[in-house]
């Protein structure tokens, strides 16, 4: 028997699962916020398409215009993620599925595709490499590390807003900028709270419910942001040990 990819669809959507939640009962009320933000941005071109079978290996992207993120470009295709992960590793299903969204946005009449990374690799990021190989290129940076990279159709790039690269803020005090998109995200925010109440840290929450903030946020930005002291720090998801070794908290 072949496998197949499928795409989410208001149809569909209720009853598959997200790849990168599948089994975990701690993100139950995660996948549950995911698919609703997901219902909402499925009407504006967003796509999620997974292999199907019970794993972690799929591609979303989405209209740049309709991405949450605070990146600037006409007539482009994002990739939020693209993750193949486990025993599917090795198969070719990460090169079906970037082909499959360079070939969409040929197809929509797109002037290219792009993504966030960096220059060495970092969790929740996709890998420059990869993406070198298929004809991306650095478009435009934000702090030391991070890259925007476009593979363009005719030229024009996209590039990161003015806000974004400042990569600090005034507070002083541990603050998250969040969206529900990712399902491990609701977990995450759980636990940090937990663990600053815990140890009466202030703690500042930030939100980030509507295209208009996602494009304004003060940092790069792909759905979680950590700043501490002013200053960004991750973009990693965290956890209780994530926080003592990261922050010394």
Known sequence: ??????NLTINNIDKE??????????????VFAKKEWLKERIAEGHVFRKLDEKGKIFIEYAPLEKAWVPIIGDNYLYIYCLWV????????YAKQLIEYCINDAKDKGKYGVCVLSSKKKKPFLSEKKF??????????????DYELLALSFNGKKPYFSESAKKMKIKNKEFTIYYTLQCPYISNCIKEVKEYCNKNNIPLNLIAVDSLEKSKNIPCIF???????NGEFETNHLLNESFLKKKFNL
Do not use: P, R, W
Not at 131 to 144: I, L, P, Q, S
Not at 222 to 228: C, E, G, I, L
């Open 222 to 228: 792909n759905n979680y942001a950590v700043f501490y």
């Open 85 to 92: 992960a486990g025993s599917f590793k090795g198969k070719g």
């Open 17 to 30: 699962h997200l790849c990168c939640a599948i089994s975990d009962k701690k993100h139950k009320d995660g």
């Open 131 to 144: 993406f070198m190989k298929y004809g991306f290129e650095v478009a435009d940076t934000a702090g030391n």
């Open 1 to 6: 028997m072949s496998i197949q990819f499928i």
